[in-house]
């Protein structure tokens, strides 16, 4: 199957700043990459579709101007979580689409203190 | 009405049995079907996908897919302790990129 590398895996920063979480597609092109988030036994929701070379579509509910996306190339999307706060501590999961099938990054552990 | 539904669980059954996960969704044009399997803290990993309807089978594991009433299942046969995870039900379809839409899961222990 396909490769999709996430990074960091785990990040704890202070309430404030902000954090930038990259992925990438290691041996394919991905012109879609998607932006879950997961809190503690709950499932993946949907945050965002992140479009090469285009404006990121998102989920309603889901705030924009503080979840930042960046898909600046064909294999790499970054989310950037500014002001980050405790409510913002989950699991970010990212994911790129070869065909039909959806390959998943490691996943980032985000605490916010 | 949820996208994708499962029964969250935990389903309990005993090592060898068979464990039965089922899945309903709500968009009819849904193409693409998938289970995924996620241990607690872990990204989810792809166990099976299926296109058509009927059944569709890799080792253990067989996928059946009923478009006409919109479901899909996974039975996990001769199940193993390390079995025990949270199956995720994903549907995808042809629209938004191929955006794939979760399921709520549904913990599956399976007794030693």
Known sequence: GAVVSQHPSRVICKSGTSVKIECRSLDFQATTMFWYRQFPKQSLMLMATSNEGSKATYEQGVEKDKFLINHASLTLSTLTVTSAHPEDSSFYICSATKGTEAFFGQGTRLTVV | ?112
Do not use: H
Request: hydrophobic letters at 30%; glycine letters at 10%.
């Open chain 2, 1 to 112: 009405q949820k996208e994708v539904e499962q029964n969250s669980g935990p389903l309990s059954v005993p090592e060898g049995a068979i464990a039965s996960l089922n899945c309903t969704y709500s968009d009819r044009g849904s193409q693409s079907f998938f289970w995924y399997r996620q241990y607690s803290g872990k990204s989810p990993e792809l166990i099976m996908f299926i296109y058509s309807n009927g059944d569709k089978e890799d080792g253990r594991f067989t996928a059946q897919l009923n478009k006409a009433s919109q479901y899909v299942s996974l039975l996990i046969r001769d199940s193993q302790p390390s079995d025990s995870a949270t199956y995720l039900c994903a549907v995808s379809g042809n629209t938004g990129g191929f955006k794939t839409i979760f399921g709520a899961g549904t913990r599956l222990f399976v007794k030693a």
